[in-house]
Nanobody
Framework: QVQLVESGGGLVQSGGSLRLSCTVS????????MGWHRQAPGGERELVAI???????DYGDPVRGRFTISRDNAKNTVYLQMNSLKSEDTAIYYC?????????????WGQGTQVTVSS
């Protein structure tokens, strides 16, 4: 069983920065992509950022230009640098590891880390 452990969440003022980390129990090169999603109270889980095995990255529209996803394959860790935080970024942030198409299960999730941005 693969385990993903997030860290780095907390309380920050609007305009501030946080860096989230996600450490995986096996080599992240095994996965087609690694990513971050978030879920605000009463909302649906939405994509924040994804980084593929070839290092290409995509971002959700609300965070593009403010957040940066990166990976350290040697440490089996994925990072999410969050700058210029806004109150609407408040959510639980979940790390995910995506397997190749056709795999079961297709995706693993971490337990989540709370990010709260005060205005």
């Amino acid at each position: 069983q693969v385990q993903l452990v997030e860290s780095g969440g907390g309380l920050v003022q609007s305009g501030g920065s946080l860096r989230l980390s996600c450490t995986v129990s096996r080599s992240i090169l095994y996965f087609a992509a690694m990513g971050w999603h978030r879920q605000a109270p009463g909302g649906e889980r939405e994509l924040v950022a994804i980084i593929h095995r070839n290092e290409s990255a995509d971002y959700g529209d609300p965070v593009r230009g403010r957040f940066t996803i990166s990976r350290d394959n040697a440490k089996n860790t994925v990072y999410l640098q969050m700058n210029s935080l806004k109150s609407e970024d408040t959510a639980i942030y979940y790390c995910n590891a995506d397997r190749l198409i056709g795999s079961v299960p297709p995706r693993y999730w971490g337990q989540g880390t709370q990010v709260t941005v005060s205005s």
